[in-house]
């Protein structure tokens, strides 16, 4: 069996398509511009790039890009009055805080300090109590972005035994709770987990997220599931240079699986775009409109 490569940018790119047609139809209807405010803290290079990649594709979806980079010696108190600044502001809809943070800021009183209204990422513990108690939610983009990939290649996920493993609050826990959303029937494992490798061979679906370079070995996939592969990880390669790798053995699991997700090209490009329909989504409920009534899911 070969598995079915699970083609993130094209699926990413039919997101972006939709978010963009739903700012155009918003805009028109309401004139309501969506707009996506982006802080960034220090100069981490990593960052800078993302940010930047996001800044590019929120102007490519219609919307207004907002963009605000603080020196990394910046007060706990000058970023909170910022966000309290954006908070007020009409003309923002989303708020996203680039994590990591220096370790002089708390990143949990800067989370909440986000209306949750305004909480694209997810991470506010309004929204998370939302997500768990079945009410409508910003979700985090991550995972929201798996379980779109997971969707593309079985619309209908109900009854499936789903493995995630990894337990963090951005992708791990969220994760779990969209799948019970679905009527899977979810496990959450995680590198301590007894027998790992007897839990994940269950799985008709497996998320890893769990943070380690091929981690989840081939032998693990149960023939025929479907793997999304979260993970990120550079690693070295040949002649002194370095690569990017999942959490997954792709070629071992590839040859097992039904369907996975490769490494870059997989979960990655679907985090913007289930960001830019997060910022539609809190525009579209700040104009009035139902909640969930993007439908990008």
């Keep these: 069996m070969t598995a079915r490569v699970i083609d993130g940018k094209a699926v990413a790119a039919d997101v972006r398509a939709k978010v963009a047609a739903g700012v155009a139809k918003l805009k028109r209807e309401t004139g309501i511009l969506p707009g996506l405010a982006v802080v960034l803290v220090g100069e981490d290079p990593a960052s800078q790039v993302y940010v930047r990649n996001k800044g590019e594709q929120t102007k490519a979806a219609g919307m207004r890009s907002i963009e605000h980079k603080l020196p990394a010696t910046v007060s706990e108190l000058h ?3 910022l966000i309290g600044d954006l908070n007020r502001d009409d003309g923002v809809h989303g708020i996203l805080v680039q994590l990591p943070l220096p370790k002089h800021i708390d990143s949990g009183k800067v ?25 409508h939610a910003l979700v985090p983009c991550t995972p929201t972005g798996s379980l779109i990939l997971a969707k593309s290649v079985k619309s209908d996920l109900k009854g499936l035994d789903a493995v995630v493993i990894g337990r963090s609050n951005i992708v791990g826990k969220p994760m779990a709770q969209l799948l019970l959303r679905e009527d899977c029937t979810v496990t959450i494992a995680h590198s301590r987990t007894r027998d790992l490798p007897a839990v994940v061979r269950r799985a008709d679906l497996v998320i890893a ?11 693990w996939i149960k023939p025929g599931a479907i793997v999304i592969d979260v993970g990120i990880n550079r690693v070295p390669a040949d002649g002194g240079k370095t690569k ?11 040859a097992v699986a039904g369907a996975i997700t490769p490494v870059p090209g997989g979960v990655g490009p679907m985090t913007i775009a289930c960001l830019l329909a997060n910022t539609l989504e809190a525009a579209c409920v700040h104009a009035g409109l139902e909640a969930g009534a993007v439908g990008v899911v």
């Design 79 to 81: 970023l909170l009055e």
């Design 111 to 135: 989370i909440e300090a986000i209306d949750p209204a305004k909480d694209v990422d997810g991470f506010h513990p309004v929204n998370v109590g939302r997500l768990a108690s079945g009410q």
């Design 209 to 219: 997220a769990v943070g380690r370079p091929e981690f989840v070995r081939g032998d």
């Design 244 to 254: 990017l790798v999942g959490d997954v053995a792709y070629a071992e699991a590839a």
